[in-house]
């Protein structure tokens, strides 16, 4: 318990010790606890329409056939506890899209975008526009 409280506290210090950056990174364990212990408010008021990069584990791929627009979203970290993140990009990224289509649950991957919002009902983050990685 005091392990997991001090990592938090470390990500909170150290996020309102940095000064605004033009890209924050997150493991997406990281970008869960900063929410967790802090607000959606105050992560929003620091995070909103920035570029952020975000380390986890795939979950799945997801193609609707409506719109222009396709996305992948990385798994809540810790088997919960946490929040997913989203990433949408366009369809017509044919490179982009054949390769999140081969990935499998629990592949490593690696979402860059501009964080859009935080939706605390379906315990999830939006990065849109955003690259896959």
Known sequence: MYRSTAAIALVVVSFLASPATAQESFTNQELSDLILAKDKPYV????????????????????????SKVAVYMDIPGGGGGY?????????????????AQLQSGDQV????????????????????CTPQ
């Open 44 to 67: 929003m008021s620091k995070l909103r329409n920035k570029t952020v990069t975000v380390t986890g584990e795939f979950d799945r791929f997801s193609d609707t056939s409506i719109g």
């Open 84 to 100: 997913a993140v989203s990433c949408e990009f366009p369809r017509d990224d044919t490179a982009t899209y054949d390769r999140m």
């Open 110 to 129: 690696t979402f860059t975008g501009k964080f859009k919002d935080i939706n605390t009902s379906f315990i999830q983050v939006y990065l849109s526009p």
